[in-house]
């Protein structure tokens, strides 16, 4: 099957491009039931098994933002709108860690925090908000025109370095960004799409990057140790289709206990909205998409301090993108090439 080209988001070239890392904030998230953040439920796909990114990213004039922060290590004195012994199921809460505080984290490994000058936070959930005082800014994308894709965008930088994305849907006021790893005539960019997507289940396949006949590196390498061939997911596919995306994001507050202020007012159209748009940036060859709590990432990418602006000569955008299809080998089995 062949792909259709995805939209062009026609950034404007840049000379100026940002340092960027991941940091593993140290939380341990191995036990949400997936069947409360998506549909359909899959056979041996039970339980999210994940922690959270956060990022560091360095201008060159020594400016440096962080986006997102985890959750904060003391999460037991989060104030009662998010308390998570009310908030969470029981037995997901049971295996529910946080190591470190991601300040302690930058500052054993050398930066001084004041020189730190933002956080962007994803949004509002405790698992992205981390331990910070601070005074609270809102990103007003009514003062901006510019449009990335389909995205509002407002350049951060005022040097088309780093963007932030309008990204509604998940929580009121969820932003994404964009941050660009490799100067104008070759752009590259890292796009950060936090909790818009909790699984790459969500966003692929899709008509831009349809199921592949054949899978390298293979997904399943107990069954196929370098090529997979695509159709033993077919089992998966939605409507039997090859350029549908796998999982559907449900209402993660609906059958729950819990305060709608802390879900942040769930808007399923306007996520459906930002998951289109994120899927249009995910399938353009100049963009790798990173997910908050995208765990099958971890031991494929570099962590901090080392920098993720070589994804593109390493090729980690390709070597990952199918391998969350890993997750759903309980659905599937292995068979003859057909
Ligand atoms: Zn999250």
Redesign the pocket.
Known sequence: MSAEPPPPFNVPASATTVKISVIDSTVSLPGAPCSILWSPTIKGFDRLKAG?WCFLIEHPSGRKLIYDLGCRKDWENLPPAVNLKQNIPADALAYFRVEKNVAEILTEGGVDLHDIEGVIWSHF?F??TGDVSTTVQEMDFSESDLRLGRFEAIDYFGDRSFYILNSPGHAVGHINALARTHASPSPGFIHLCG?TVHHAGEMRPTPFQPLPDSIEPSPVPRWYATTCPGHIFEPLLRNGSKSEHILESIDYAAGLDIERKFAGIYDDVALKESVCKTEELDADDDVFTIM??DWSLKGVIPEWPESLNKWRERRWEQETRWKFLEDFQGACSPQPDS
């Open positions: 959270t959930h698992d992205h909790d908050a709590h």
